[in-house]
């Protein structure tokens, strides 16, 4: 389903299930279905079944999705509740949230610039045209005489003659506007994306995965990134979960009781307990439980492990003889395998039971709810029944079960309260277990609301999660669990370097505090020189207090640092005084204030105080001290709560923000962030879906910023530098010929060389290099993430360097234009033969300039390739080619055309003085350019 690999449950209502093949029972099967309207919404669907004047609640458990594949079963029939357009496949073919690159956003501004600066150039053309008409053009009428339309008025005419030449030079010069700009952009954008999809030092090869860029428009942003935003199960680590620890009823489990005993020798005893049906990647070191679950003798023990066999939704899967486990989530997977190597085998289920094999017996009990996990609830529940026994069962986070237990558990959770604080520490994800026994007349009630409440066509979700929160209280704790899941392969190296690359990167994660702070430590996020400030309370007024203590620690810091005195009422008070002081601190703070006893600040805050730093109240002082940290993990967060803080960022910081994670809960941020990464991981590939670029492993990421980002803002920025260049050095020589011209609006270059300028003569060297240019190797690039920075920074492209890009061009076109025409003024061959025909003077101007621009785009190129260099020799000698074809006498008896430029061509280069001007023009302005290279 949606392209995820894991099973998903789905069963037919019980009223219907009977029917089975029976064609005859389907034919006058007559019941009337009722559903929500279409929307786009994969993991949701409400409706309700009418038949025999009964109501069955219809949900996302009974609904198949077109495209997806039915799996442990060979046939169903069905009803289409959406056809068509009003299919969730359909609804979700939208398109998607265009992201637009900050250079993206320049270039918008800049070709406004561009067209407001074309409009000056005319006006001042139409100005000149006015007084020149005036003063000299309308003393020879006699021999360039005005339009009829014209008025005989000297002043009239001159002011109407300079209002048509206006819209003349529009056309004229309109080449400073770069028209096959975003082509080329896009041409190049794409290339780039191809480096990427075919980059082997990418491609994860026990999953078969290939980094690859879903988008082409976002390469250069790669370069620019400035803060990361990571999930952290699946995305830093393996999600691959082993069951290592649990807490029964106050007494811990799974500790090795002597660092010194041969594990394998242990593992072996563990294998030879007949009873036990281990998995094969099972292993458990404490003979303690083995041994009690041996004897039969503890029932909190047995309750437990039947806790874990009964309440998920696992489904089995039948594969050579063996049952295959398929979950939902690996937690999950990781919780009934370790059931089941303990004795405890779920074995398999249906609509209305859940069958259990106890070592070697096997019992079925009644499935009569599910209440269903979701990021918001944070645990799930079973009610079933065995022996008339109602029994509800609860799993979630320890936080949400604390707050739903019996006021007599208190001892017994003060005890799991340090043992989950004690394996959260050593980086493992805990899970709370409790339960609670339904009296038979209370559960009718509660499940007769709860039926009229999914029948429900109003507000179902909300009287559905008020029913389940009725039902969920006053439970006993039974324990809970511990599971290990890996760093992924690389992670602590990757992140050291994208930290020295001065990227600040935030995990944001549904663990606890100290599963959180000590997977930072292990991906070396966190250093023990750091200063760590943690953030774990409830109310407004507390996180508020927390941030004044926070930011008192950071003033007194930069102190220290930088000497500055700050009296300790501004530090009470003044919020407004810690920006100078933030942009100094910020400025230095992996230089100057680094050290071996101090290496920044970081700050831990859970999702019940991040609620209160996010509101209106308080977001911007959470803002001011979290972008003065170096690391910042968020723990026990929604997911709305991670696409909140990416936008928070956003929107006030103005920084570049990539988000990377691997699953649904992901995919708000992912779409949120400039950039979305996604991984394709154990949770299916909704992530890589909604993603700009996905990779196979976090390690990646170090590769596709530092490498592929980093060229390609080199590659993007220095293709602008060099179009914008070229155009304004070929525009401003039509300029300069307008002061010899009347401002008539008269081309000093032939038709021909204006059209093939732009396409054949500066563009194709220029799109090389912004395909193909790297100023240093791969490697150096991830040994020297420093260097990463001028794209932070924009160094590379911003107003200043645009604004030199157009001087150099002013300066360029002044120098090609006026000393071309001193060179060829008056001058005379040898053989007689006068160059001070305008035919001649304008070829020379554009084969110089030609020459200039491709070879001040080749100075410009530090990694030259045999294809580099054969189109930038192409492209010069296609420019004396077509010239020569173009202006040939063949041409004109051919064709019998009359053309103006015949044999300048031949005229041209046999002229020494041609050569002369060349070789000067081009010494004059490429000279400065080698020196400064």
Request: charged share 20%.
């Amino acid at each position: 389903m949606y392209d995820e690999t894991n099973l998903k449950p789905r069963e037919a209502l019980e009223v219907t299930v009977n029917i089975q093949d029976d064609l005859e029972k389907l034919s006058k099967f007559d019941a009337e279905i009722e559903c929500e309207p279409p929307n786009n919404n994969f993991l949701r669907f409400e409706g309700t079944l009418k038949w025999n004047r009964q109501i069955y609640s219809l949900k996302n458990d009974n609904f198949l999705l077109r495209g997806t594949r039915l799996r442990n079963t060979e046939w169903a029939f069905g009803i289409v509740c959406y056809a068509g357009p009003d299919t969730k496949l359909m609804q979700n073919s939208n398109t998607p949230k265009f992201k637009r690159t900050k250079i993206d956003n320049w270039l918008n501004k800049i070709i406004l610039g561009i067209f407001v600066f074309l409009f000056l150039m005319c006006s001042i053309m139409a100005i000149g045209c006015g007084f020149w008409e005036y003063n000299v053009g309308s003393k020879f009428r006699m021999y360039l005489s005005w339009e009829s339309y014209i008025s005989s008025n000297s002043r009239t005419g001159a002011i109407q003659m300079g209002l048509l030449v206006f819209f003349s030079y529009v056309i004229l010069l309109n080449t400073v506007v770069p028209i096959s700009l975003y082509i080329s952009i896009e041409f190049i954008r794409l290339f780039q994306s191809k480096w990427i999809d075919w980059d082997n030092s990418m491609y994860y090869e026990p999953d078969n995965t290939q980094a690859q860029a879903r988008t082409a428009s976002l390469n250069e942003e790669l370069g620019q990134i400035e803060y990361i935003f990571s999930d952290k199960t699946g995305t830093l680590t393996q999600n691959i979960m082993t069951f290592k620890k649990c807490s029964i009823r106050g007494k811990l489990y799974g500790d090795i009781p002597n660092e010194n005993d041969d594990n394998n020798r242990i593992a072996n005893e563990l294998q030879a307990i007949k009873f036990i049906e281990q998995d094969n990647n099972f292993v458990w070191y404490d003979k303690t439980l083995i041994d009690t679950i041996d004897k039969n003798e503890d029932n909190d023990v047995n309750h437990f492990f039947t806790h874990l066999a009964l309440c998920h939704t696992v489904v089995t899967e039948e594969q050579d003889d063996k049952i295959i486990y398929q979950a939902q989530s690996p937690d999950e997977n990781a919780l009934v395998t370790a059931a089941r190597s303990f004795g405890f085998a779920f074995v398999n289920r249906t609509q209305s039971s859940i069958t259990v094999r106890f070592r070697n017996k096997i019992e079925t009990f009644d499935l009569l709810n599910i209440l269903d996990f979701n990021n918001y609830r944070k645990r799930m529940s079973v009610i079933v029944r065995k022996h008339g026994q109602i029994i509800l069962y609860c799993k979630g986070a320890d936080s949400v079960i604390q707050e739903r237990l019996d006021p007599s558990e208190k001892n017994i959770m003060t005890l799991t309260h340090d043992h989950l604080h004690k394996v959260a520490s050593e980086g493992l994800r805990t899970l709370c277990l409790a339960w609670k026994e339904l009296n038979a007349n209370d559960y009718e009630k509660w499940a007769k609301k709860l039926k009229r409440a999914t029948t429900s066509m109003q507000r179902r979700e909300e009287q559905i999660d008020e029913l389940y929160e009725e039902i969920e209280k006053n439970m006993k704790l039974l324990g809970m669990t511990a599971i290990e899941d890996k760093l992924q392969d690389g992670v602590p190296q990757c992140i050291e370097r994208l930290t020295e690359a001065e990227i600040k990167i935030w995990m944001l994660t549904g663990d606890k505090i100290e599963t959180a702070e000590n997977i930072g430590f292990s991906c070396r996020l966190l250093t023990d020189n750091m200063i760590i400030k943690r953030i774990d309370v409830e109310t407004e007024e507390d996180v508020m207090n927390e941030l004044n203590r926070f930011r008192i620690e950071l003033i007194e810091k930069i102190q220290q640092s930088f000497n500055i005195h700050i009296d300790d009422q501004n530090k009470r008070l003044n919020w407004k005084n810690l920006s100078i002081d933030e942009h100094k601190f910020t400025q230095h703070t992996n230089k100057q204030i680094n050290s071996d006893d101090f290496q920044g600040f970081s700050l831990l805050i859970t999702g019940h105080a991040l609620i209160h730093a996010l509101s209106d109240k308080l977001k911007m002082k959470f803002l001011e001290l979290a972008t003065m940290c170096k690391a910042v993990i968020c723990c026990r967060v929604t997911p709305l709560q991670k696409s909140q803080v990416v936008e928070l960022i956003m929107k006030h910081d103005k920084m570049i923000v990539l988000a990377i994670g691997d699953g649904a809960n992901d995919v708000s941020m992912i779409q949120k962030a400039h950039v979305g990464i996604g991984i394709s991981g154990q949770e299916g590939r909704q992530a890589v879906l909604a993603s700009d670029y996905s990779i196979g492993q976090f390690r990646y990421l170090e590769r596709l910023l530092l490498v592929h980002g980093r060229w390609s803002y080199i590659r993007i920025s220095k293709f602008l530098r060099y179009f914008f260049y070229k155009n304004f050095a070929f525009t401003f020589c039509q300029f300069w010929f307008a002061l010899y011209c009347g401002f008539s609006a008269q081309t000093i270059f032939d038709a021909f060389f204006v059209t093939c300028y732009n396409i054949f003569f500066t563009t194709c060297p220029v799109v090389v290099l912004g395909c193909l240019e790297q100023d240093i190797s791969a490697n150096h690039s991830i040994t020297k993430p420093h260097l990463y920075i001028v794209g932070q920074k924009d160094k590379l492209f911003n107003r200043k360097v645009f604004v030199e890009c157009a001087l150099h061009g002013f300066i360029s076109s002044c120098i090609i234009f006026f000393f071309s025409y001193l060179c060829i003024l008056s001058s005379t061959e040898s053989s007689g033969v006068t160059l001070t025909d305008f035919q001649t003077f304008g070829f020379m101007v554009a084969t110089i300039l030609v020459i200039v621009v491709n070879i001040e785009n080749a100075l410009e190129m530090w990694y030259w390739t045999g294809i580099y260099i054969f189109i930038l020799l192409g492209t010069i000698a296609l420019h004396f080619l077509l010239h020569f074809i173009m202006y040939s006498t063949i041409l004109r008896i051919t064709f019998k055309i009359n053309y103006p430029y015949v044999g300048i061509f031949q005229v041209a280069l046999k002229s020494g003085t041609f050569w002369f001007t060349l070789l000067l023009i081009c010494a004059i302005l490429l000279l400065p350019v080698v020196g400064r290279e």
